[in-house]
């Protein structure tokens, strides 16, 4: 029977020679998938029985090891066997994938290849600042080129599909998995999704080196209750709509062709129960071409959630929804047979979520060749290859954000000693952070190393003065003594990676353990002091702000944070990083965020019935979009090209950026609006444009954008997505609170 399959297989491949095999755009803009792997799906589909249509919705779990024997389950391996296996995650490595997809193809009936699947987040091997970290480069192109690495690198180790980019928005930085996305607003997180997606998936799916992309966690994970992850979430349609949706929606748009459902409830429906969420929005409203995965044995949980009583009726509402792949849940597998037979769900349903699945693994290519990733020459070649590493290292210090600088960087390369002092100063394993894959400390560089090698003849004097968490100040004599003795004191602190991503909330945002005191005693010094910060979320460090001359957000930076941190502290690269995020003051100022609404009384400091805390500012310590660099850019003849626009018409608008420091350097210069009268409420300021400039000192440049009403849209009192004529305001500048004003009419 295999021969059969294979042998119709290859006629329909010769009909469809010359015919790549992608996804194309039609004339509306929506995904429309070629016809001849429609064909296809369809001839493969018909000769599957039920049980091995049903195995194709399976994914189970390798146990992460990459070379040797299979180690994994041996009833995993005889489920591969029998076809009831559609795709594994956790399998790794070329010659590995190539056993584990040789027992698929060659032992089980149809010899359906299998799908392999991955947390690629921030690169496979060589690794990439966190997400979040990322984001603040504000360079689509080089948010692109790290996704475009870690696939190069990934499809060469087997794997076809990253569970990337996760596109949640994320308000609050308690929730762990803040390090994960790109941040708190959807118009720029939409943007970042579109880049992620485009680096994984490349030109084209059929080449060998381009992976399926997965937009996560669908929907709504950021929202959870308190920054608690998995928790409870309830927001409104239009939260929903207008903050949480956008980046999925850009996501399909950009031909994401898989998403995973989230682990959270929406308003008492868990996503993996979520019809109006999945077979709705996702598939019937965005006419979504690819598949959906649950979570992590997220069907499952529905039990747990307590809106199913058993597996059986779990299994009922996932498929009813529309999840098409169960995650280590082994619900399908049990239970959909019998709710077939019982006629709770329909051959034509289970057929449905197959023909995703199989659509997908003929546009990877692996029915013509279901080894085609597993290429051991490939592997050795270009994991760790030395370009994708000087590549990591430009996208490491481009997402550096300069948060303070009282005249102390760059430092001078013909620094006499430096000190090189924290935690994290010598560290190779944590500054990859988590979420890492299958990369390891062991080839990341120290920011001790890259300052040894960025100033090789000055005296380097180190120590680590603390550790990351605990108590003990033992170490706190040595590293003061070695400051003293220094010119400039380099402090590297923040937190371990295993200290934000998945199940890694904090209730306080401080720097963990004593590594404040540290801090206040090496300032105490008064030397050129500058804290370096490795951290997978904004932390509350008003204290440090007031106190410590010059502080650089380096995130969790990866394989070559070391050198990067260097390039940035000596001046080699003028920091040019702005925040995703809106770094808050206190905890309990969050959820801070810069597009709030107005309210009915917004804060007058000398009236006491105005929306404020008696004890904090409303402000942020460092707002949305803000960051410095070595230079300073002023900008002047802000300019629009009407007061007044119709709905078709388009709005021009411009400013000029002067450079006016001593450095050549690029700013991120952001536009925003604000409608002032709506149907609804309207936020103070929504982020509608950005565009990133270099500007050579003294020189100046003329950025323009432009605006339309579609720009304007937004999901009016009865939820329809359009502009509502009015007066605006437009906003330019370099970060989301220093901005300048202008106004027009929308008619
Ligand atoms: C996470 C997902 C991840 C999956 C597979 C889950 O726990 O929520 O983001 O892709 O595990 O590792």
Redesign the pocket.
């Known amino acids: 029977m295999k021969l059969r399959v294979i042998a119709v297989i290859l006629i329909l491949a010769s009909w469809s020679c010359g015919n790549k095999d992608k996804i194309a755009n039609d004339s509306n803009g929506k995904l429309s998938i070629d016809p001849v792997i429609e064909q296809k799906v369809d001839s493969v589909l018909k000769l599957m029985t039920i049980d091995e249509k049903i195995g194709q919705l399976n994914q189970l779990?390798g146990n992460g090891e990459t070379t040797g024997p299979i180690t994994f389950a041996t009833e995993y391996q005889d489920a591969i066997r029998r076809g009831e296996v559609g795709s594994m995650?956790?399998v790794n490595g070329a010659s590995y994938t190539y056993k584990v997809q040789k027992i698929a193809v060659e032992e089980s009936r149809l010899g359906i290849p299998l799908l392999f699947?991955?947390?690629v987040i921030h690169g496979y091997k060589t690794i990439f600042p966190i997400p979040l970290g990322e984001a603040a480069c504000w360079d689509l192109d080089a948010i692109e080129k790290s996704a475009r690495i870690a696939a190069i690198e990934a499809s060469a180790a087997g794997q076809h599909w990253t569970?990337?980019p996760?596109v949640d928005i994320a308000r609050d930085p308690r929730w762990g998995?803040v390090m994960?996305g790109a941040g708190e607003d959807p118009f720029y997180g939409s943007k970042v999704a579109v880049a992620r997606i485009k680096g994984f998936q490349g030109e084209n799916l059929a080449d060998s080196n381009s992976i399926l992309a997965?937009a996560?966690?669908f929907a709504a994970?950021g929202a959870a209750m308190g920054g608690r992850d998995y928790n409870t979430v309830d927001i409104s349609k239009r939260t929903l709509y207008e903050v949480y949706l956008p980046p999925f929606k850009a996501a399909v748009d950009a031909g994401v062709l898989s998403f995973?459902a989230?682990?959270n409830e929406i308003n008492g429906i868990p996503s993996s129960g979520n019809k109006d969420l999945m077979n709705g929005i996702l598939k019937s409203d965005w006419n979504f071409k690819g598949f959906i995965v649950s979570?992590?044995a997220s069907i499952r949980e529905m039990l747990v959630h307590g809106i199913a009583a058993d597996e059986y009726e779990a299994a009922n509402l996932a498929m009813n929804a529309g999840i098409d792949m169960d995650?280590?849940g082994h619900i399908y597998i049990n239970q959909l047979k019998k709710l077939l037979a019982d006629g709770k769900v329909t051959e034509k349903q289970i057929d449905d979520a197959v023909r995703r699945i199989l659509r997908v693994k003929f546009m990877l290519g692996l029915f013509d060749d279901p080894y085609r990733y597993c290429d051991t020459a490939r592997e050795k070649e270009m994991i760790l290859n030395p370009r994708h590493l000087e590549i990591a290292r430009e996208v490491a210090r481009k997402s550096m954000v300069l948060l303070k600088n009282n005249n102390v960087l760059p430092l001078s390369k013909n620094i006499k000693s430096v000190a090189v002092i924290g935690p994290l100063a010598d560290n190779k394993d944590e500054i990859i952070g988590t979420w890492s894959a299958r990369g390891e400390g062991k080839d990341a560089i120290s920011v001790l190393t890259g300052v040894k090698q960025k100033v090789p003849s000055a005296k380097i004097l180190y120590a680590k003065g603390c550790d990351i968490a605990g108590e003990s100040k033992a170490g706190f004599a040595e590293a003061i003594a070695k400051a003293k003795s220094a010119d400039a004191v380099i402090v590297v602190v923040g937190e371990a990676a295993m200290m934000s991503g998945?199940?890694l909330s904090r209730a306080f945002l401080d720097l963990p353990g004593v590594q404040k005191d540290l801090v206040l005693e090496l300032n105490k010094l008064n030397k050129p002091m500058v804290v370096v910060l490795m951290n997978g979320r904004p932390l509350t460090i008003e204290w440090m702000d007031n106190s410590v001359p010059a502080i650089l957000e380096a995130w969790l930076p990866g394989t070559m944070g070391g050198p990067a941190v260097a390039d940035v502290l000596f001046g080699d690269y003028n920091p040019s990083g702005k925040l995703p995020i809106t770094f808050p003051r206190n905890v309990g100022q969050i959820p801070l965020f810069y597009s709030h609404k107005n309210t009915g009384r917004p804060r007058d400091e000398a009236e006491r019935y105005t929306s404020k805390y008696i004890d904090s500012p409303n402000t942020p310590l460092y707002p949305f979009g803000y960051g410095l660099s070595y230079t300073t850019f002023e900008y002047s003849n802000f300019g629009i090209s009407a007061k007044e626009i119709g709905m078709s018409d388009t709005l021009k608008v411009w400013v000029d950026v002067t450079n006016t420091g001593k450095y050549d350097g690029e700013e991120v210069v952001q536009l925003y609006i604000r409608d002032l009268v709506g149907s609804v409420t309207r936020p103070v300021k929504e982020l509608k444009g950005f565009k990133k400039v270099f500007i050579k000192s003294g020189e100046k440049v003329r950025v323009e954008f432009t605006l339309t009403a579609s720009d304007l849209a937004f999901y009016t009192r009865t939820m329809e997505f359009k502009p509502e004529p009015g007066d605006f305001k437009v906003f330019v500048g370099g970060n989301s609170r220093d901005l300048q004003e202008l106004s027009f009419r929308l008619n």
Request: with cysteine; net charge negative.
């Open positions: 779990t995650l956790n699947g991955y947390d569970f990337a996760m998995r994960e997965c996560k966690h994970y995973m989230s682990f979570d992590w995650m280590e998945e199940a």
